[in-house]
């Protein structure tokens, strides 16, 4: 947990940006009669009935040192879509920086492990030298600030029916031009000052192991 907060606390450093990378699913449903537009007096009005045509996954990469964010959509959600997304960020949106500055959770694909399932091992090699990597802890997934621009994404363009994954894609880079171009950043106050005060109770305890030691051999007889 320090590691990701400590990291959140470093300058700008356009030779090693940071990169918030998480992923997510969006159902597609498709009408099955034609909605009825809104108009004077009258609100829109959609049938109860649908059609489910699935699923597709999307990438959300949030720099909060920029206020930029970019999504990539996927019609799977596998460790090559995943290593795709890391080529993406290496080559087409951080072609010049030094290394990319990674922060996601611990999911078994986000390893470098999955750069060798989808490349040769020269180019998952390239691509793993060109990430520093860090991990939100199990059950922390909250620390990664892409989990806060998806929130927003499902709120203000996914939460209605979208029927294709080419109609999610649309949505969702639409959205993310318009945020970027009003650099709508995160106000991330949370430290590790503050995790050591009010996330005590998750931090190993030294004193704990010793009493587990003790009630253990309490009841021997020492000399």
Not at 134 to 153: C, D, Q, R, Y
Not at 191 to 209: E, F, M, N, Q, V
């Given at each position: 947990?320090?590691?990701?907060?400590?990291?959140?606390?470093?300058?700008?450093?356009?030779?090693?940006?940071?990169?918030?990378?998480?992923?997510?699913?969006?159902?597609?449903?498709?009408?099955?009669?034609?909605?009825?537009?809104?108009?004077?007096?009258?609100?829109?009005?959609?049938?109860?009935?649908?059609?489910?045509?699935?699923?597709?996954?999307?990438f959300?990469?949030?720099?909060?040192?920029?206020?930029?964010r970019?999504?990539?959509?996927?019609?799977?959600?596998?460790?090559?879509?995943?290593a795709?997304?890391?080529?993406?960020?290496?080559?087409?949106?951080?072609?010049?920086?030094?290394?990319?500055?990674?922060?996601?959770?611990?999911?078994?694909?986000?390893?470098?492990?999955?750069?060798?399932?989808?490349?040769e091992?020269?180019?998952?090699?390239?691509?793993?030298?060109?990430?520093?990597?860090?991990?939100?802890?199990?059950?922390?997934?909250?620390?990664?600030?892409?989990?806060?621009?998806?929130?927003?994404?499902?709120?203000?363009?996914?939460?209605?029916?979208?029927?294709?994954?080419?109609?999610?894609?649309r949505?969702?880079?639409?959205?993310?031009?318009?945020?970027?171009?009003?650099?709508?950043?995160?106000?991330?106050?949370?430290?590790?000052?503050?995790?050591?005060?009010?996330?005590?109770?998750?931090?190993?305890?030294?004193?704990?192991?010793?009493?587990?030691?003790?009630?253990?051999?309490?009841?021997?007889?020492?000399?």
């Amino acid at each position: 947990m320090e590691d990701v907060l400590e990291v959140y606390a470093r300058p700008s450093d356009e030779k090693r940006p940071l990169v918030c990378l998480d992923e997510f699913c969006k159902q597609l449903i498709a009408d099955t009669r034609e909605p009825v537009a809104a108009h004077p007096g009258q609100p829109a009005r959609t049938d109860y009935e649908y059609e489910r045509r699935g699923m597709c996954s999307a990438f959300m990469a949030y720099s909060p040192l920029e206020q930029w964010r970019g999504v990539r959509v996927s019609g799977r959600r596998t460790a090559q879509d995943w290593a795709q997304t890391i080529k993406w960020l290496c080559d087409e949106v951080y072609p010049l920086a030094e290394k990319i500055v990674l922060v996601q959770d611990n999911l078994n694909t986000h390893t470098p492990a999955s750069l060798y399932e989808a490349f040769e091992p020269s180019e998952a090699l390239r691509l793993k030298e060109r990430i520093e990597w860090h991990f939100t802890p199990k059950h922390g997934s909250w620390l990664n600030m892409a989990e806060i621009e998806i929130g927003v994404a499902q709120r203000q363009c996914l939460d209605k029916r979208i029927a294709t994954q080419q109609e999610v894609e649309r949505e969702l880079i639409a959205w993310a031009a318009q945020r970027n171009a009003q650099h709508y950043g995160t106000g991330w106050l949370f430290t590790t000052k503050d995790a050591r005060i009010k996330l005590k109770r998750l931090y190993p305890s030294a004193l704990l192991g010793m009493n587990h030691w003790y009630q253990g051999t309490s009841g021997q007889n020492w000399r």
